[in-house]
């Protein structure tokens, strides 16, 4: 499967962007997708992540309650909605697709495909 984000810029604290993930070349509807984060010298974080079928994505504690994802099976699609941003969202954001177990959902290397970065940056 192949995956492109998109939807990155430049926004206000407390500020709102929508990152999209499309993808192709796999059934999507089987995998699941999750958005990562890096900032320059530091490794690659976990967001947020949707499995196939289930309704309840996970989200790492930095941004529960301010983050949304969703996913389209239909449109192959995948979103990050970003509400209430801050200064530390300032990262480059990666949507990735594997078939990760529950235990290893927030972990990089349980995921096979990556789409490019796509720039947030938060400031004033």
């Known amino acids: 499967v192949q995956l492109q984000a998109s939807g990155g810029g430049l926004a206000q604290p407390g500020g709102s962007l929508r990152l999209s993930c499309a993808t192709s070349g796999g059934t999507f509807s089987g995998y699941t997708v999750a958005w990562f984060r890096q900032t320059p010298g530091k490794e690659r974080m976990f967001v947020a992540a949707?499995?196939?079928?289930?309704?309840?994505?996970y989200y790492a504690d930095s941004v529960k309650g301010r983050f949304t994802m969703s996913r389209d099976n239909a449109k192959n699609m995948a979103y990050l909605q970003m509400d209430s941003l801050k200064l530390d969202d300032t990262a480059n954001y990666f949507c990735?697709?594997?078939?990760?177990?529950?235990?290893?959902?927030?972990?990089?290397?349980?995921?096979?495909?990556w789409g490019q970065g796509t720039l947030v940056t938060v400031s004033s």
């Open positions: 990735a697709a594997g078939r990760p177990i529950t235990s290893t959902i927030s972990r990089p290397s349980a995921y096979s495909a």
């Open positions: 949707s499995k196939p079928f289930n309704s309840n994505p």
